[in-house]
């Protein structure tokens, strides 16, 4: 699987603003096929890679600026197994 890393220089109120209304847009089709049933899987998954686009998007600026986000996901992934998490897979990041 790949995603890209689109070449935007949102400020962090833009993205603000684009996560509110992708995770908007989730939100409607994870609600359309509980109470509808719905076939919105397709759309769900769309919506779902959506924010993740973004997100994607928000760590590539946090990194630019100085971060190191694979230090950042280390603490996080310690994070939740402290909490007594258990995972079944793992997914990698990686730049190209």
Same mark, same amino acid.
């Given at each position: 699987?790949?995603?890209?890393?689109?070449?935007?220089?949102?400020?962090? $109120?833009?993205?603000?603003? !684009? +996560?509110?209304? &992708?995770?908007? *847009?989730?939100?409607? %089709?994870?609600? #359309? =096929?509980?109470t509808?049933?719905?076939?919105?899987?397709?759309?769900?998954?769309?919506?779902?890679?959506?924010?993740?686009?973004?997100? $994607?998007?928000?760590?590539? !600026? +946090?990194?630019? &600026?100085?971060? *190191?986000?694979?230090? %950042?996901?280390? #603490? =996080?992934?310690?994070?939740?197994?402290?909490?007594g998490?258990?995972?079944?897979?793992v997914?990698?990041?990686?730049?190209?």
């Amino acid at each position: 699987m790949e995603m890209l890393i689109l070449e935007k220089n949102d400020e962090y $109120i833009d993205m603000f603003y !684009k +996560l509110h209304e &992708e995770v908007d *847009e989730l939100s409607c %089709e994870l609600i #359309k =096929h509980v109470t509808e049933k719905e076939e919105t899987k397709l759309k769900i998954a769309g919506e779902t890679l959506d924010v993740i686009q973004v997100c $994607i998007g928000i760590l590539d !600026k +946090l990194e630019k &600026e100085g971060i *190191e986000i694979a230090k %950042e996901v280390e #603490k =996080h992934n310690m994070k939740l197994l402290k909490r007594g998490w258990r995972y079944k897979s793992v997914v990698y990041l990686t730049r190209v």
